[in-house]
């Protein structure tokens, strides 16, 4: 079965950084397109950041110059560098991958990590 577990969420104040990660698990061949989502309360989730297989990256405008995504495609894990955190970058933040499994195939979600900044 395919997983993809976060992690490094947390409370920071204004101006703070965070690192998230995310590992897929199972029985996988590879990866492909991995990313971050973010959703806050009362708002529809969007996204914040994705990179594909070979590296190549997209950002939310609002996010650009302060977040970093990053791939081991060895460990099918991708993380989030996020720098100059601001109040409005509060939200759940979820995990998702284009997986190529043994057994299974698909589009994944992780459970989804809390992120507070207080201002």
């Known amino acids: 079965q395919v997983q993809l577990v976060e992690s490094g969420g947390g409370l920071v104040q204004a101006g703070g950084s965070l690192r998230l990660s995310c590992a897929a698990s199972?029985?996988?061949?590879?990866?492909?397109?991995m990313g971050w989502y973010r959703q806050a309360p009362g708002k529809q989730r969007e996204l914040v950041a994705r990179?594909?297989?070979?590296?190549?990256?997209n950002y939310a405008d609002s996010v650009k110059g302060r977040f970093t995504i990053s791939r081991d495609n060895a460990k099918n894990t991708v993380y989030l560098q996020m720098n100059s955190l601001k109040s409005e970058d509060t939200a759940v933040y979820y995990c998702?991958?284009?997986?190529?499994?043994?057994?299974?195939?698909?589009?994944?979600w992780g459970q989804g990590t809390q992120v507070t900044v207080s201002s």
């Open positions: 998702n991958a284009q997986v190529l499994g043994v057994y299974e195939s698909g589009d994944y």
């Open positions: 990179i594909t297989r070979g590296g190549s990256t």
């Open positions: 199972g029985s996988i061949f590879s990866t492909n397109a």
